[in-house]
């Protein structure tokens, strides 16, 4: 009797060795296994330039049209949103001229901005933001003085977002 429990006790002794090394090497990986993943996050530039075709007058007159083309070019590598304000640099000259004609595709907003209506694809231009000046007929020569129109502009990548979030997140 006393041999066959110590025969059983061998046995399961056996038995349990010989799960262990096959079970608890599995159990053991388990537990230490270790997996790493790396997440790699670029950030993108959104770069822009106002561009233009400009002609400036040698001896401004009354009636003038002078041809002022100002653009806005993406040079990122992404989509963005544009927007610009055009300033004149004082108001007595904004009253020398006639209204500008804003082109197609912009929009004035209640902020004072002009929006391109669209998506500005990566390394592309937007529609001028007008085309010309010119001054009121009804001044005299007299009246004019040297004064500058400043277009300013502002992007925002347009990826991930639409245009009001993209603005509105904007600092």
Known sequence: MRKQKAMAILLAAGIFCAIGSYGAGPVEAYLKAQDETENVFRPVETVITVEEEFDPPTDPKPGDVITKR????????????????VHFSSQEAEKLCEPLQIGNGW?????????????????????????????????????????????????????????????????
């Open 70 to 85: 100002p653009v806005i070019t993406n040079r990122s590598e992404t989509d963005c949103y544009v927007r610009v304000r």
């Open 107 to 171: 929009a004035l907003h209640e902020d004072g901005f002009y929006y391109w209506k669209e998506v500005l694809p990566a390394h592309s231009s937007t529609g001028d933001v007008f085309t010309f000046v010119k001054l009121r007929s009804d001044i005299s020569k007299e009246e004019l003085i040297p004064f500058t129109i400043s277009v300013y502009a502002e992007a925002v990548q347009a990826v991930g977002t639409d245009e009001a979030n993209a603005w509105k997140n904007y600092q």
